[in-house]
């Protein structure tokens, strides 16, 4: 079964909109990591943010912002004021403990697609 | 973070022949970790790789098929056996950082495999 769906396929913006990315995933352990990462056309994973199932603050880097709820298991990614830079595949993944340690289960991902 | 040489970084290859991918680690790391990616799809674990033991090995992933070698901390290979054309995919290794504060996996700038 799917434990980490992003149910948007693409995203499609205009230059300076914000674009949220819907991330929901299921789990039974009480200990676990989310993860976003981005994948841009030349194919490299980059890192984004990790938080831990204990950590629900939500956090804010630059134009990046995360929101993490539990009580409905999402955890959506913002990016504000986009720009043609953020055009990307994007990846939410779930790593749970400690069985699976290592293991990152990884959603279909969204495509966004920001046009000047 | 972590810097992955990951080699080569492309190629085609004619079916029925295999071909060894290398990643490089900068620093030492306990689990390194192999993913494949196929055309327009997520990443999917292929195995776990640990210095000293038998890699492990995901539910449709099997050795015969894609052997692995872990000889030291800083490096491992991957081989792809007896190609397909299905064989076709991005393949990344990755390895495990979140002893780092806040930090996750990185990967490898990948190896884009096309089987003809």
């Known amino acids: 079964a799917q434990k980490v769906t992003q149910a948007q396929t693409e995203i499609s913006v205009v230059e300076k909109e914000d674009v949220t990315l819907d991330c929901v995933y299921e789990?039974?352990?009480?200990?676990?990591?989310l993860f976003w990462y981005k994948q841009p056309p030349s194919g490299e994973l980059v890192f984004l943010i990790r938080?831990?199932?204990?950590?629900?603050q939500n956090e804010i880097s630059g134009r990046y912002s995360w929101n993490f709820q539990k009580s409905t298991s999402s955890f959506n990614f913002t990016i504000t004021a986009s720009q043609v830079v953020d055009s990307a595949v994007y990846f939410c993944?779930?790593?749970?403990?400690?069985?699976?340690?290592?293991?990152?289960?990884f959603g279909a991902g969204t495509q966004v697609v920001v046009t000047p | 973070s972590a810097v992955i040489s990951q080699k080569p970084s492309r190629d085609i290859c004619q079916r029925g022949t295999s071909l060894t991918i290398q990643c490089q680690v900068d620093?030492?790391?306990?689990?390194m970790f192999w993913y494949r990616q196929q055309p327009g799809q997520s990443l999917t674990l292929i195995a776990t790789?640990?210095?000293?033991?038998?890699?492990?090995?995901e539910s449709g992933f099997v050795i015969d098929k894609f052997p692995i070698s872990r000889p030291n901390l800083t490096f491992s290979t991957l081989t792809v056996s007896n190609m397909s054309p299905e064989d076709s995919s991005i393949y990344l290794c990755?390895?495990?950082?979140?002893?780092?504060?806040?930090?996750?996996?990185?990967f490898g700038s990948g190896t884009r495999l096309t089987v003809v």
């Open positions: 990755s390895v495990d950082e979140q002893e780092r504060t806040n930090y996750g996996y990185t």
């Open positions: 789990t039974r352990d009480t200990t676990y990591y």
């Open positions: 938080r831990n199932s204990f950590d629900e």
């Open positions: 993944a779930l790593s749970e403990m400690p069985d699976s340690w290592g293991k990152l289960q």
């Open positions: 620093s030492q790391v306990t689990m």
């Open positions: 790789a640990n210095q000293g033991s038998e890699a492990t090995y």
